[in-house]
């Protein structure tokens, strides 16, 4: 049984080809339309969500599916029943689980079970949706990631790991530009270091020269203590950091935003900010993964 847990558990053959299932959904939505007729996605949100709980709701019901989102609080997930006899009882009547919580190892477990196709929506560890679709972001904008410097500033987190993974496959040039305490408290479970275009800096101009796309994200991801933020506060991307870049470079974000913190609302309002589009493509690529699934 397929699932959708972690970039890393794919090959470059298998997300190229869901991102070109994904721009032929966004190019002829009509032809898809019916693609998931009489199936069902469930969705668990144990944490906050805009983008993911809409675009896997309204994407697969523009395949001609049925969504149906468990409050894990009502069905007591992992309280009331076991999250593996949870899963078995919901195979006899949903097709796919989407799962977003803070215990990645829980999803991975769930989907060694192979009673039902599991798709990371967001853990603690990984946020593979998030990045794949944003390499489709990157290939509208500015062409093929293989031949692009990325660089990253904030924080070493799920959306990072995702990248990073991806990064392993792709080998693109990426500079990660962390805080130095953020190096520090993070330096042994950082992956991919042993890799001629994987870089770590404290310095941003250092991480920013010549990259073609800077990424960032909230400072304090979701279930986080805020006693890290203090860390960031010179590490905020705005117009005086993109000027370092390559004249075209883009900026991203997966979102939600907090302005004028990790990026300054002009940044984020600017002609380089793709960030509306960023979210917009993750209905497509998951489009895609569901149709791959299923
Ligand atoms: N980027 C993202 O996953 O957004 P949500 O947390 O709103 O789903
Ligand atoms: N790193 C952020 C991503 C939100 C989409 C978080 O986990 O809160």
Known sequence: MKHFIDISDFTIKKLDLITQKAKQIKKNPKKFSNKCKNK?????????????????????????GNVL??????????????????????????DLLV??????????KLSTLNSLPIINGLSDFSH???ILSDMLTINENIGNIKNKQITWIGDYNNVLRSLIEL??????????????EIIKKNQSKIINKNNKNFMITNIIKEGVQY????????WV??????????????YQVNTEVMKIA???????HCLPAHRDEEVSSELLESKRSVVWQQAKNRMFVQQAIVLDLI
Do not use: W
């Open 40 to 64: 069902t996605l469930g969705m668990i949100f144990e944490k906050e969500s805009t983008r993911t709980r809409v675009s896997f709701t309204v994407g697969f019901q523009k395949l001609g």
């Open 69 to 94: 989102e468990l409050n894990s609080e009502s069905i007591g997930f992992n309280k009331r029943e076991s999250a593996q006899d949870i899963l078995k009882t919901l195979t006899q009547f949903i």
């Open 99 to 108: 799962i977003r919580n803070n215990d990645h190892k829980l999803i991975k």
């Open 128 to 130: 593979p949706c998030q």
């Open 167 to 180: 990064q392993i496959l792709y080998k693109f040039k990426l500079n990660v530009v962390l805080p130095k």
């Open 211 to 218: 990259a073609d796309c800077i990424m960032t994200d909230a």
């Open 221 to 234: 991801s979701m279930g986080e203590k805020s006693t890290k933020k203090k860390y960031f506060k010179n």
């Open 246 to 252: 390559s004249k075209e470079a883009i900026f991203m």
